[in-house]
């Protein structure tokens, strides 16, 4: 595995975090040479994929050789250490813009990194650029006309949707152009690009990882969190990401707890409930078929299966979600929208004058019915250790002329931002070529539970991320 000499080849493109921090530590390669074959991979391929905003080839490399003289004087800072990642255009960097994927943004210089950045180059892991997000992250087809439109990576012949509004972080890390990349999640915009992109994304527990820095769309929902190519890279990206922010106070006196230590458990005699295929009536059918099979297959690694009717249609729970990010949207970014030859894109305009015709007393209304929402589901998951679905209803369909046609993710993602739960997608497995994932939801700091179900099943199959053999 000689990158210096060699260059980087396709296998050695989607090595995941840990086995390059790994084959850095044993000296395969330098953190240079590293960097440098993937930013060769981004030059060459990106073009195609649209993934990164903006490239930060010059600081990288400077990066990865203060990584490589850490090396030789034993101060390496972490296993990830000299290891590339990228980031949403909603993360704070400091001497960039951070745009949200509009030309209505005023492009500020950045005087300080969003809090999620920093603690990863404080592992000593290599900021290679920021990735495409739909405008202000408010949507989920992935599609970004103010801008430009990642192409999903699994489909050589058809230009399809990546999924939204983390749509550049799940393409590069599906692409190999990076091995981790960090999006945000408000109703599934890390859980969807990762489900139809084929790789894993993790809506982490609100409070467990800060989110200083990180431009908002709705802050009582919005999450940061990790998408890789292994779960072992997510926990690892997890331990690394979580703590105290003092730009967020929903972290302060949250509990940390490391999630690679029970990584390894499996899951026999864990109590695994799902929903009934009639409150799934939304999925495809070879999702709904691919989601059987992976039922059978956890029951066969000894967990235990429970299928129990939901409180509510997943239609209840997604629209109620919908109606308060719509508020939170329309209250943060309205000027931005009334203005004269408003350049915010029309369809992500009409969206949030939505939240023009709710007021307090509405949104009050709102907080209410979640609340007895939430004691409700609490109710549901008791007894159990996770709750599973599919990640999403559909695989990635053409992108031609479908920015503006309503999208179907949010009826199996937002769930767990509106319960305040946390969640990873991982692949679930190809239906008709294209990739599905699977949902592993579990109660607000419970993350590594739902790493230990999904590193369970990596395991049983001997990997979930399937390559595309083009790039």
Request: charge should be negative; glycine fraction near 10%.
């Amino acid at each position: 595995m000689n990158i210096a000499h060699e260059g980087m080849n396709m296998n050695q493109a989607f090595i995941s975090a840990a086995d390059l921090g790994r084959a850095l530590a044993r000296g395969d390669f330098t953190a240079e040479a590293l960097v440098t074959a993937m930013l060769t991979r981004i030059h060459k391929y990106d073009p195609q994929l649209n993934a990164f905003v903006e490239v930060y080839a010059e600081s990288a490399v400077a990066a990865a050789r203060e990584s490589d003289i850490r090396r030789s004087r034993d101060q390496v800072k972490s296993l990830l250490d000299g290891v590339p990642f990228a980031a949403k255009d909603l993360f704070d960097v400091k001497g960039h813009a951070t745009l949200a994927g509009s030309k209505a943004t005023s492009g500020t210089i950045a005087t300080r990194s969003a809090n999620a950045i920093q603690r990863l180059l404080d592992k000593g892991m290599v900021l290679v650029g920021k990735t495409h997000t739909v405008e202000f992250a408010y949507g989920s087809w992935g599609t970004n006309p103010s801008s430009k439109t990642p192409i999903n990576p699994r489909d050589a012949l058809m230009p399809r949707v990546p999924g939204g509004s983390s749509s550049g972080s799940g393409v590069a890390v599906a692409a190999g152009l990076v091995p981790v990349a960090l999006g945000t999640d408000t109703g599934g915009s890390v859980r969807t690009p990762a489900a139809l992109c084929g790789v894993i994304g993790m809506k982490t527990s609100l409070g467990l990882v800060g989110r200083g820095g990180v431009q908002p769309l709705a802050f009582l929902f919005d999450i940061v969190g990790p998408m890789t190519r292994s779960v072992e890279d997510a926990a690892l990206v997890l331990a690394s990401l979580q703590g105290e922010d003092p730009e967020d106070p929903s972290t302060f006196g949250v509990p940390q707890h490391d999630p690679v230590n029970d990584l390894e458990k499996g899951v026999a005699g864990l109590v695994l409930r799902h929903p009934t295929m009639a409150d799934l009536a939304a999925a495809e059918p070879g999702i709904l078929a691919r989601f059987r099979q992976t039922l059978d297959e956890l029951r066969a690694m000894g967990a235990l299966i429970e299928e129990k009717p939901l409180p509510r249609p997943l239609e209840t729970y997604a629209s109620l979600t919908a109606n308060m990010t719509t508020v939170e949207a329309w209250g943060r970014y309205r000027t931005l929208v009334e203005q004269e030859n408003s350049l915010v894109d029309p369809e992500i305009a009409k969206r949030m004058s939505r939240g023009a015709t709710m007021g307090v007393a509405d949104y009050l209304g709102y907080l209410e019915q979640r609340r007895m929402m939430q004691i409700e589901f609490d109710g549901y998951l008791a007894g159990a250790d996770a709750f599973l679905l599919p990640s999403s209803p559909i695989t990635a369909k053409p992108l031609e002329g479908i920015h503006d046609t309503p999208a179907p993710f949010g009826i199996f993602t937002r769930l767990a931002n509106l319960m305040d739960l946390a969640s990873i997608s991982i692949p679930m497995g190809d239906v008709e070529n294209l990739p599905s994932g699977l949902q592993i939801v579990v109660r607000r700091f419970a993350d590594p539970m739902a790493l230990r179900v999904a590193r369970a099943l990596e395991v049983h199959r001997g990997g979930l991320f399937l390559a595309p053999s083009h790039y």
